[in-house]
Each structure stands twice: as C-alpha cells, then as structure tokens.
C-alpha cells in the first residue's frame, strides 16, 4: 500500500515567520506535488517535482518555495509566512497518471 | 483553457435514495479522468480513473462512466457512511509529458439515515 506522510496534522505559525511543510513518500514515485485546498476554490498546484532537484511551478507559486532533495521527500517552504497562506496543504505523489495524497496539514497563520 | 466543473454543489439524500454527480470538462487532449473520495480534514482518496469514451468502473455502491465531455458517479442506495466531498480530476495532454491534472471544486454529498 502507498504510503504519503505529512510532517504534521495540524500547525499554527505567525506572520513573518519561515515555516516548513515536509512530505514523504516510501513508494519510490518520481512525481511529487504540493497543492492548497480552499473553500470554493477547490484545490490548486503550488509546485511539482519529477525528479531529485526538479522543481516546476504550478497554479499559484507566488510566496512558497520547495526543496527535493531525496527522491521520497518534498518540502514546501513559506519563507515568510502571511495569513492568506493559512489553508489545508495536501501534499500527493503520482506513478502511472494516478496520485496518493498525504493526509493535509491544517495551517494557520495569525 | 482546460476547465473542470462539477455539479451539483452539494446534494442530501436519503438513505437508499440513488443519484448521479456530474462533472464536465474541456480539456485538450484527455489522459485520464480521476474520481476521488475526501473526508472532512483528510486528504482524497482515489475512487477510479477512465481513460476514454463509453468507460466504466464499479466499487461497491458507486459506478463511474465517462463520455466525451463529461463523467458521472453513480451512486446506487447510498449509505450514511458515502457523506463526503467528492472530487473530479482531468489530467490533459497540456504541459508536456507530466501532463496537467486538473481538479473540480468537488460536490459535498450528505446521506440522511
């Protein structure tokens, strides 16, 4: 069974502050993504990765950063955190067209 | 522009009361069309994909199929326990060889006992 982790469940950070969001996978995939899930916006591609040290913009890149370097781990950086970052971040890893998603991390900002 | 809409919004049943959700979309070029299941607080959980025109797949109580332009999820004598947002996703041709995965606002089903 594949297995998508997500370093925490739930995270509350201050603005301004650089936050962190890791995600692991234990299937070898090569694909990994990041996305934010907002009420009536659905769920948007921040940035992907195909590869070790890839990395390709998604939807709405704009105040987020991310770090692949090991084939099962990708981050997601907000290098200076702001409240309309707070969201759900579901991280997800794809082989065959298909995606696993983590569980999501609930952040919020204050 | 590669669009995905699903429809309705939100649907309540009754329990043993079957229904379809919708999702249209136009894309150029289909790769796939995935349907996911997501539970309050919880990442999607895949369903099914479809690859093309006259498809289809069974789980239980759910059965999707797919045209040209759209795809349903039938639902046969739900349960209390299908309450979930469900989600549609379209991964197009556009994009290259990774493709561009392309999700729907997804439809809030609430089954009644």
């Known amino acids: 069974d594949v297995k998508v982790t997500q370093s925490s469940r739930y995270l509350v950070k201050r603005t301004g502050e650089k936050v962190f969001l890791e995600c692991v996978q234990d299937m070898d995939h090569e694909n990994m993504f990041w996305y934010r899930q907002d009420p009536g916006l659905g769920l948007r591609l921040i940035y992907f990765s195909y590869d070790v040290k890839m990395k390709e913009k998604g939807d709405i890149p704009e105040g987020y950063s991310v770090s692949r370097e090991k084939k099962e781990r990708f981050s997601l950086i907000l290098e200076s955190a702001s409240t309309n970052q707070t969201s759900m971040y579901l991280c997800?890893?794809?082989?065959?067209?298909?995606?696993?998603f983590g569980p999501g991390t609930r952040l919020t900002v204050t | 522009e590669d669009q995905v809409t699903q429809s309705p919004e939100a649907l309540r049943l009754q329990e043993g009361e079957s229904s379809s959700l919708n999702c249209s979309y136009t894309v150029s070029g289909l790769r796939g069309l995935f349907w996911y299941r997501q539970d309050p607080g919880k990442g999607p959980e895949f369903l099914f994909t479809l690859y093309s025109a006259g498809e289809e797949k069974e789980k239980e109580r759910l059965k999707a199929t797919l045209t040209k332009k759209e795809s349903f999820l039938h639902i046969t004598a739900p349960k209390p326990e299908d309450s979930a947002t469900y989600l549609c996703a379209v991964l197009s041709n556009y994009g290259g060889s990774q493709g561009n995965l392309i999700f729907g606002k997804g439809t809030k089903l609430s089954v009644k006992p």
């Open positions: 997800a890893s794809s082989f065959r067209d298909r995606e696993y």
